[in-house]
């Protein structure tokens, strides 16, 4: 199915992945020490997405697979999302 | 598939003869097959039920008179506790599902088993080890749980009674569950026989489908949830303590996160048996195919959204009471487009008001009960009247009992000879099924009645006031206990001398009726090739 | 889908693993529930809480596990290959870092309890509001999460006995893809317990 080469290649571009890994974990320390009012935590949470979604890509092969595991995990995703969210609703405006 | 049926002498007990290498239990407990793993779980569910049922009678005699009648406040507190933590845990979640759907969903796909057959297994091991320790709380130190079985903190953390045992239990259980959800997932996905499209699956798998998508990502919440509770109990983290800066209510956000999308757990798969049953005995196409199958998950999705109006009056904010009423509007429309499409489907069909069907239509009816009265408790201005009464009680009975428990009497009457290979007394299960519904009303609408009138829940005393209507709904219970035994009689008198039936004695459409009854240990000689749908009555007939 | 296939479906057998990772995330979720609100209501308690846990171990024990992702990943890759020792090698290393973690952690943690930085300690009864429930949360967070890492170890042990003994090979490598994705889900969730309880300013 594959050759050598795409192998080598494959296990080049966990590596590559595993560095930008890296990379996004010394950015985030860096813009959690600067003050950016409510900012930081945004950013804090996007770079830790950003992260996230790089390892269930590349790591996790979601690449790779078919559509149903894909929109599932969006399902799952909004799904929390929707606990967080309506959850705001009583706590914002108690 | 004809051939299996002509080899209905050699298969006459089908997957229930014994192996006859190890001992008969043995040959149950460890089995993988999922129509074992089904009758293990409707074995132990009955079981359960015969248990909820007697503590619910208990209560009920408690309440026939003011004051103390058979126990104190204590006890009291204990049994409706453990009479909510074994109806819902042990009985109504796992009850259609776990018992019928097991047995089923490979059936009525084509496949030979479930996806992960030996986790299958484990999920029913787990189910009886969380039962075993739920149960044991009962027993040990403390004393019985006194906190209802919503566990509510800080009273939860608090109590002296064994609620981190039960806590566990209920942790075991969710387990289990959730094993069950994703196992059904994936075997919908990937082991439907070829033609087995998704427009070809018979609306109880849908509801199986849904379900297990709000077993799998609402359950873990409830863990969540418990684990919360026993770390309040035995590291003391204060989470939820007022003093110390918490919020108790978010104990209760996080708790009916879960314990709403969970009656929509104990209510989908029960709908879905009866969307099975209609068109059988009505000899009639389900009406709108797709919208019962689509309103299945739209039950599923808009049920996640709506805990909220548990907590009218929690002194939650008021603008949450305003979405969470709203969005609990909308969560009626799939549930009523259901109704609809049952009522449809009858109209000008040729009914056979056979036992299943009684208690298919039985469920038709005091489920759009228990819904229409659920709104009166989800528009937020008469839920601060009827909060904690009898009402809620009432409502919360008809639509789990007269809709989930009525459902799952339907399904063990529909799928009784499929199971077994013989057919019950029709005229005795009709007995029982009219003495049913007759205690049923008399119990819970009095008890509608009395909390509308303003009697409290969870009072093991009333004023005298109230005391008519609840002697009324205790002879009930009498009469209700009194056609459960009936039916219970005759079909265990039809699992030894029942009459032998054929593979298909309803002249159904879906796949599980093209076997032998009971159905070959492998189900299928060969895998099916589908090329009808699962209601086309014409064609199945010819075939 | 031949019968025969049915019993040994290895896209369906990771569907499942999936599905029972979104169930852990779920979990894991009803912690952030309670974490976001109680940050949005003590946002000055929780940043003074969360600058007292220690950046050299938070940002350690990250690297620490995003290394033994790759390595994990790796190993699967290695055997897709058919190169066995460099699989064992890797998984070796993936476990080796799993013990790690928690050899950190529980250095972290005891450097807490030295501290008075416990639920109900004398020091957090008198501070502020808030900084309990951060503290409390954050053993909770971390406490679940490292059993995650324990259990995660124990799989991926036995998965290397497993491939040591040639029962996983690259025509059946089921079992390690799936323990491969559970390491990856604790180290996702690890990503946003970082940030959330180390970096608050």
New interface residues.
């Given amino acids: 199915m ?1 050759n ?1 080469s795409q ?1 080598c290649g ?2 080049r571009q ?2 590559v ?2 560095g930008l ?2 990379v996004l ?1 010394g950015v ?2 860096g813009i ?2 600067l ?1 950016l009012g409510a900012l ?2 945004w950013a ?2 996007g ?2 997405t950003g ?2 979604s790089l ?2 890509l ?3 092969h979601l690449k790779e ?2 559509r ?2 894909g929109i ?2 969006l ?3 909004a ?2 999302a ?3 969210g ?9 | 598939m004809g051939k299996v049926i002509q080899m209905g002498e050699y298969f006459r007990r089908g997957f229930l003869e014994p192996s006859g290498k190890q001992p008969a239990l043995f040959d149950w407990i460890f089995s993988t097959d999922h129509k074992r793993i089904g009758l293990l779980y409707l074995y132990s569910i009955c079981t359960f039920f015969a248990v909820g049922a007697t503590i619910g009678l208990l209560i009920r005699l408690e309440l026939i008179a003011p004051g103390r009648t058979i126990v104190g406040p204590q006890i009291y507190n204990a049994l409706f506790t453990l009479h909510g933590v074994i109806m819902i845990f042990l009985f109504i979640i796992p009850g259609v599902p776990a018992a019928f759907g097991n047995f089923l969903l490979p059936l009525q796909i084509g496949a030979r088993d479930v996806a992960f057959p030996r986790l299958n297994l484990l999920s029913w091991w787990l189910y009886i080890f969380g039962a075993i320790m739920a149960l044991s709380a009962l027993f040990g130190g403390g004393g019985a749980p006194d906190t209802g079985w919503t566990f509510y903190l800080p009273f939860a953390g608090e109590t002296t009674t064994n609620v981190s045992l039960a806590v566990f239990g209920v942790f075991v259980l969710g387990f289990s569950s959730i094993l069950t959800g994703l196992n059904f997932i994936t075997t919908i996905h990937r082991m439907r026989a070829p033609g087995m499209t998704w427009s070809r699956l018979p609306l109880f798998i849908w509801s199986l489908y849904a379900t297990a998508w709000v077993q799998v990502l609402a359950t873990p919440i409830l863990a969540i949830t418990l684990v919360l509770i026993l770390s309040e109990r035995v590291l003391g983290l204060g989470l939820f303590d007022a003093a110390r800066g918490g919020d108790p209510l978010m104990y209760q956000h996080l708790f009916w996160i879960y314990s709403h999308p969970a009656v929509y757990i104990m209510v989908l798969p029960p709908m879905g048996v009866v969307s099975e049953i209609i068109p059988v005995f009505a000899r009639r196409p389900i009406f709108g195919y797709w919208f019962v199958a689509a309103s299945s998950i739209a039950i599923a999705a808009a049920g996640s959204l709506v805990w909220g109006h548990h907590m009218f009056v929690s002194g939650m904010s008021d603008t949450a009471v305003l979405v969470f009423s709203l969005l609990t509007f909308i969560v009626a429309i799939p549930s009523a487009v259901k109704v609809f499409n049952w009522v449809a489907t009858l109209y000008g069909g040729s009914i056979r008001l056979d036992a299943p069907m009684l208690f298919a239509l039985t469920f038709v009816l005091l489920f759009s009960i228990g819904g229409l009265t659920g709104l009166i408790l989800g528009s937020a201005a008469t839920n601060v009247h009827v909060h904690d009464t009898h009402f809620v009680v009432g409502h919360f009975h008809y639509t789990m009992f007269g809709g989930g428990g009525f459902a799952f009497f339907a399904a063990l009457h529909y799928w009784f000879p499929k199971f077994f290979g013989r057919m019950y007394n029709n005229r005795r299960a009709t007995w029982a099924w009219g003495t049913m519904v007759i205690g049923f009303n008399l119990l819970y609408f009095s008890m509608m009645v009395v909390g509308m009138h303003g009697m409290p829940r969870r009072y093991y005393d009333y004023l005298p006031q109230f005391t008519h209507l609840n002697q009324i709904a205790t002879i009930g219970s009498w009469i209700l206990a009194l056609g459960m035994a009936l039916m219970a009689v005759n079909l265990l008198i039809a699992l030894r001398r029942g009459q032998h039936v054929g593979a298909n004695p309803w002249e159904a459409a879906t796949l599980e009726w093209t076997v032998a009854s009971p159905p070959p240990p492998e189900n299928f000689e060969e895998l099916p090739q589908v090329s009808h749908g699962p209601y086309d009555l014409k064609r199945a007939g010819e075939a | 889908m031949n019968p025969s296939a049915q019993h040994q479906d290895a896209e369906g057998a990771r569907l499942g693993m999936w599905l029972f990772l979104f169930s852990e995330l779920l979990m894991f979720g009803g912690l952030f529930v309670v974490f976001a609100v109680y940050l949005q209501r003590y946002p000055a308690q929780f940043a003074d809480a969360g600058r007292q846990l220690s950046l050299f171990f938070g940002t350690g024990n990250t690297v620490l596990l995003l290394t033994s992702s790759l390595t994990v990943a790796l190993a699967f890759e290695a055997l897709r290959q058919n190169r066995q020792r460099l699989c064992q090698g890797l998984l070796g290393f993936t476990i080796l870092a799993a013990g790690l973690f928690l050899v950190n952690k529980g250095l972290e943690w005891h450097a807490k309890f030295q501290h008075d930085l416990y639920p109900g300690s004398q020091t957090l009864r008198q501070a502020p509001a808030g900084q309990e429930l951060f503290f409390g949360l954050y053993y909770l967070t971390t406490g679940l999460h490292g059993l995650h890492v324990i259990f995660g170890g124990v799989i991926l042990s036995w998965v290397l006995v497993q491939v040591r003994q040639g029962r996983i090979i690259a025509t059946r490598p089921t079992m390690l893809e799936n323990g491969a994705l559970y390491w990856h889900l604790v180290d996702v969730i690890w990503i946003f317990i970082f940030p959330l309880y180390y970096l608050l300013l």
């Fill in positions: 594959h050598h192998h494959a296990m966990l590596i992945i595993w890994l890296l974990t985030t320390v959690s020490r003050d930081n935590i804090a949470l770079i830790a992260k996230a390892v269930i590349f790591f996790m697979e078919g149903a595991i599932s995990l399902v799952a995703l799904t929390l929707t606990f967080i309506l959850t705001f609703f009583d706590v914002l405006y108690r």
